[in-house]
């Protein structure tokens, strides 16, 4: 009998993608970085293949290399690239390599000649965000310097990408801006005789919100994995694939004024009933969920009571009969009364993302249900 585990509904992220799909007479992008945003990387991408995306995003290269080592085809963009990285491994493997930068532009050049062959390559504008990519005052001489390149054959200008700062509060001052710079940006890079067939900026908020925005590729993440980043409530079409789950370990009465977990920072009002729950902030639960994470047991929904420990937490079940076994959600789709990750975001006051990335790489087993990721005969021979 299993203790704690994560579920993820694979046919959710397929019908996912498929809805983000059907909105869009965009590609789609799906983005897969960071273990797949806790849903596993590899049967997340396939799932999302399958429901129609025909690219991947992933931040890093070492992300980009294990998708293509697992034997996926699809174009697929890294981004996040500091320097000094086998650059030329991922031209080899023909993973599109992101250059927002002369002295990325130049590393991606160099990786391209030491392999023969030329390198992918997709432009980043700075349209407002202030992270990665070039500014509009350094664009020019970034398009210069990637036209002549290309016109030497070490490198394909495949994309011009830029990414939004405020898309998850539609109708934000910055969004109409970062589109005009965006454009902007694509008539210089036009000017310079640089038109790549991919022109993309959206993430899940403007590919739900904007489609103006869409241009040739949209790319989602958190849409795919069925979570909202918009307020009020989600969007039709969209159903969240991660379930966290586990057992009562133990259960016991204990007298009003019992102090619970460590520091007790809680008390209890009434004699009760406490019941163990074997997750922690080990496994991903977050310690700001103390006192405040919500979980569905025993037919009613409950908050931790007091801290989150590594590997377990309290609940307070008052007099309701809760048995050793018993089944306690912290998360789901939200079909059955169990709260979903955005209930959690907003309970300890973060984003929905980081509520199911904590549970990637974590040690509770992670069960895939349905059959959009299962890898086929190709993928799993050697
Ligand atoms: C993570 C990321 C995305 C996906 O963002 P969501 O808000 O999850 O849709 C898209 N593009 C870039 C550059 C990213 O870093």
Excluded at 91 to 97: G, P, Q, R, S
Excluded at 370 to 381: I, L
């Amino acid at each position: 009998m299993w203790q704690a585990e994560i579920r993820i509904d694979l046919d959710a992220i397929r019908d996912n993608v498929a809805t983000l799909c059907a909105g869009t007479s965009a590609e789609v992008m799906a983005v897969v970085k960071a273990d797949g945003y806790g849903h596993g990387m590899l049967p997340a991408a396939r799932a999302a293949l399958a429901g129609g995306a025909t690219w991947l995003g992933v931040a890093t290269l070492d992300e980009a290399l294990t998708l293509r080592r697992a034997g996926l085809t699809s174009p697929m963009l890294a981004w996040l690239l500091g320097p000094g990285l086998p650059l030329h491994e991922g031209v080899e493997a023909e993973v599109d390599l992101n250059a927002g930068s002369l002295a990325q532009l130049d590393e991606v050049v160099a990786a391209a000649r030491r392999v023969r062959r030329p390198a992918r390559v997709h432009l980043k504008l700075d349209t407002g965000l202030s992270r990665g990519g070039s500014t509009p005052a350094e664009w020019p001489a970034l398009v210069e310097a990637a036209a002549k390149a290309q016109a030497d054959q070490d490198l394909e200008v495949v994309g011009i990408w830029s990414h939004f700062a405020c898309s998850d509060a539609p109708g934000h001052e910055t969004i109409d801006r970062q589109l005009a710079v965006f454009a902007e940006g694509l008539a210089t890079a036009e000017r310079y005789g640089v038109e790549p067939r991919y022109r993309h900026i959206a993430n899940s908020a403007a590919t739900l919100t904007r489609p103006d925005s869409h241009y040739d590729l949209v790319r989602p993440g958190v849409a795919i994995y069925g979570l909202s980043p918009l307020p009020g409530p989600p969007p039709a079409g969209l159903r969240p694939a991660m379930t966290a789950r586990a057992r009562v370990a133990l259960t016991k009465r204990v007298p009003a004024g019992q102090g619970v977990s460590y520091g007790h920072a809680y008390h209890t009002a009434r004699e009760t009933t406490l019941a163990l729950v074997p997750l922690g902030y080990g496994d991903g639960v977050p310690r700001h969920a103390s006192n405040a994470g919500p979980v569905w047991l025993g037919g009613a929904v409950r908050h931790i009571a007091g801290r989150v420990c590594m590997d377990q937490f309290v609940l307070d079940c008052g007099d309701d009969p809760i048995a050793v076994g018993d089944v306690a959600v912290l998360f789901g789709a939200g079909d059955d009364g169990e709260p979903t990750a955005t209930d959690w975001a907003e309970a300890i006051g973060t984003i929905n993302y980081e509520i199911v990335t904590r549970f990637g790489g974590s040690r509770v087993p992670r069960i895939y249900d349905g059959s959009a990721g299962v890898p086929s005969p190709e993928e799993t021979a050697e």
